[in-house]
């Protein structure tokens, strides 16, 4: 099955695709539809609410405010042989906040205060049950499912101190959608293609094995440390081709289309767009 979260004049509602439509349930995102009780299957049709067309929906980020949004760097083999590093024991984590979440077809605001605006296609899972200091198979249980994200990021602030975090927490920078699509639909996501384009040219491009640590790993690592809960994000690592490793590097320019696919999954497209001045 696939979920949504899509924009109406009415705020916010949770969604259902149904073919070449969405239909709206009584549920203002997918984070309260997976947080609801008998999760998605518990809920209904929301009462009066036509169903949407996909082709005009307003998509929302797929899940708008989860309470962590948890992310694993150096994780695909490609993207540590060309950062130089040596292949980490443990997944190497950094966290994100709610507010650095846009939807799938947002524009993307370059931030006037970076010129080193890099790409970074990943394979997102989000938590559909609590799970705490759980072994493999019970977090694999506890991935309601996957998403296609792109942790943009800002490598001139990234780098400036050994924590990473400055260069990943702009707002409204990381693309996340449009559906969340169960395990069952894309075989746990365990050999799907991922890639990113600028332009038409393609600059990421890898299977999902690659992975050093797979989904059902990190959520179990995450949560020997913290209780994830239903809608909560966890982003699972980038591909080798990221811009700021090219030699010279590229990075984004206003104007040009930044596109994120998995497959099975759906794709993010984001027009790259000179930040506006503030008021």
């Not at 995102?29 to 009462?47: I, N, Q, Y």
């Not at 792109?150 to 001139?156: E, Q």
């Not at 690592?237 to 994120?260: H, I, N, S």
Request: hydrophobic share 40%; with cysteine; aromatic share 6%.
């Amino acid at each position: 099955m696939r979920f949504a979260t899509i924009r109406t004049a009415d705020g916010t509602t949770a969604a259902r695709f149904d073919g070449d439509t969405l239909t709206p349930l009584d549920a203002p995102d997918v984070g309260a539809l997976l947080a609801a009780e008998g999760g998605p299957g518990g809920v209904s049709a929301r009462a009066g609410a036509a169903p949407v067309l996909v082709a005009e929906a307003d998509f929302a980020p797929v899940v708008p405010s989860p309470s962590k949004v948890i992310c694993v760097g150096l994780n695909y083999r490609t993207h540590i042989q060309e950062t130089g590093r040596e292949l980490p024991e443990y997944p190497t984590l950094f966290a994100k906040f709610a507010e650095t979440l846009m939807g799938p077809y947002d524009d993307l605001a370059l931030p006037s205060v970076s010129n080193r605006v890099d790409w970074e296609a990943e394979l997102g899972l989000i938590i559909g049950r609590p799970v705490y200091r759980a072994d493999a198979a019970e977090a694999a249980g506890a991935i309601a499912g996957y998403t296609v994200c792109n942790d943009v990021s800002m490598r001139d602030f990234q780098r400036r101190t050994l924590q990473w975090l400055a260069g990943k927490m702009f707002q409204h920078s990381t693309p996340a959608g449009p559906y969340l699509v169960t395990p069952d639909e894309v075989g746990n996501a365990a050999d799907l293609e991922i890639g990113c384009s600028v332009d038409g040219e393609v600059m990421q491009l890898a299977r999902t094995s690659d992975l050093l640590f797979g989904p059902a790993d990190i959520v179990s690592y995450v949560s020997q440390a913290i209780t994830l809960r239903p809608g909560d994000l966890l982003l699972t690592g980038t591909t080798g081709g990221v811009g700021d490793a090219r030699k010279p590097p590229v990075y984004l320019k206003p104007g040009q289309v930044l596109r994120t696919w998995v497959e099975g999954l759906g794709e993010c497209v984001n027009r790259c767009v000179a930040e506006k001045a503030a008021p």
